[in-house]
């Protein structure tokens, strides 16, 4: 792990898994441009170091960990040594996700049981540990990167589908445990984001689900980054236990 500064004066240390492309990396941006000392947390270093350097050389703070989300243990100990060595975690990110599709009398137990473990388990994991040093500190800003597919299901993401499902749930119960410790825990669902994840997706898939929606475009990363900054901002205190789809208006649930 490398470690640039501590952070014990009052800058929010903000934690983000999956930040190296994508949606994270439009959160990490994000969040460092609104002052949070940001925590790129991906499997391999060399992306999360190029982006350390730019949020750096644009006047911001990061530090760069390479962590595989798929391992719980791992996740866990990532967490514990960044509250040690940063002095806090204020908002904790779950973005990391994975997809496996295929239809569920087609799915296998692996693209089950990987789906399950990166997407959900994950976020469990690294809450558990977090939630700690947020309990001592009367303040934490949870969120977990969902899906609308965990809102109203998706026909090929049997596993996904659950997954999603099971982050809102699980943040719900979050909500509720920690809420009189000043700990809010939240879901962002997006819709259709233009990243990796969704490059590969047939362009009728991408017109069907443009056809859906309200807003007539696909989404970004800043459009989901936006909705993140609000609910990990200190004035967002009294909204916790909700899912927003950021979705333009496809599902408007
Ligand atoms: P992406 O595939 O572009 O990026 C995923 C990020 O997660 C990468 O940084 C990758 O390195 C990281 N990651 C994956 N497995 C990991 C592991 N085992 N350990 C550590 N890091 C790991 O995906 P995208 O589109 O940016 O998605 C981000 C989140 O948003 C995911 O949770 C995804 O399910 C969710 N989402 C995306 C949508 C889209 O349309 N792109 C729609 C709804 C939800």
């Not at 999956?18 to 439009?26: L, T, V």
């Not at 990490?28 to 969040?31: D, K, P, S, T, V």
């Not at 390479?66 to 967490?79: E, L, P, Q, S």
């Not at 599709?101 to 469990?124: C, K, P, Q, Y």
């Given at each position: 792990m490398?470690t640039?500064?501590?952070d014990?004066?009052?800058?929010r240390?903000?934690i983000?898994t999956?930040?190296?492309?994508?949606?994270?990396?439009?959160i990490?941006?994000?969040?460092a441009?609104d002052?949070?000392?940001v925590?790129?947390?991906?499997?391999?270093?060399?992306?999360l170091?190029?982006?350390?350097?730019?949020?750096?050389?644009?006047?911001?703070k990061a530090t760069?960990v390479?962590?595989?989300?798929?391992?719980?243990?791992?996740?866990?100990?990532?967490?514990e040594?960044?509250?040690?060595?940063?002095?806090?975690v204020?908002?904790?990110v779950?973005?990391?996700?994975?997809t496996r599709?295929?239809?569920?009398?087609?799915?296998?137990?692996?693209?089950?049981?990987?789906?399950?473990?990166?997407?959900?388990?994950?976020?469990?994991a690294?809450?558990?540990?977090?939630?700690r040093?947020?309990?001592?500190?009367k303040?934490?800003?949870?969120v977990n990167?969902a899906?609308?597919?965990?809102v109203?299901?998706?026909?090929?993401q049997?596993?996904?589908?659950?997954a999603?499902?099971?982050?809102?749930g699980?943040?719900?119960?979050?909500a509720?445990?920690?809420?009189?410790?000043?700990?809010?825990c939240n879901?962002?669902?997006p819709?259709?984001?233009?990243?990796?994840?969704?490059?590969?997706?047939?362009?009728?898939?991408?017109?069907?689900?443009v056809?859906?929606?309200?807003?007539?475009?696909?989404g970004?990363?800043?459009d989901?980054a936006?909705?993140?900054a609000?609910?990990?901002?200190?004035?967002?205190g009294?909204?916790?236990?909700q899912t927003?789809c950021v979705?333009?208006?496809m599902?408007?649930?």
């Open positions: 490398s640039n500064t501590t014990q004066a009052g800058v240390v903000a983000v999956g930040a190296s492309r994508g949606i994270g990396r439009s990490a941006m994000r969040l441009r002052g949070r000392h925590v790129l947390v991906a499997r391999s270093l060399p992306p170091n190029d982006l350390k350097s730019q949020i750096e050389s644009g006047g911001g760069a390479a962590c595989d989300v798929g391992d719980a243990g791992a996740v866990g100990k990532m967490v040594q960044i509250a040690e060595q940063l002095g806090r204020d908002i904790l779950n973005n990391a996700g994975i599709d295929n239809l569920v009398l087609r799915m296998s137990d692996a693209e089950w049981d990987e789906v399950i473990r990166v997407n959900l388990t994950s976020a469990f690294a809450i558990r540990t977090a939630a040093p947020m309990m001592r500190a303040f934490g800003r949870i990167i899906s609308t597919s965990g109203v299901g998706n026909s090929g049997a596993n996904y589908a659950a999603k499902a099971g982050l809102i699980l943040s719900k119960t979050i509720r445990e920690l809420g009189s410790k000043g700990i809010t879901v962002i669902a819709g259709f984001i233009e990243t990796d994840m969704t490059a590969n997706l047939p362009g009728q898939v991408k017109d069907h689900v056809g859906l929606q309200a807003v007539k475009r696909t970004t990363g800043d989901i936006a909705a993140v609000y609910v990990t901002s200190d004035e967002a009294f909204l916790t236990g927003i979705d333009g208006g599902t408007m649930c």
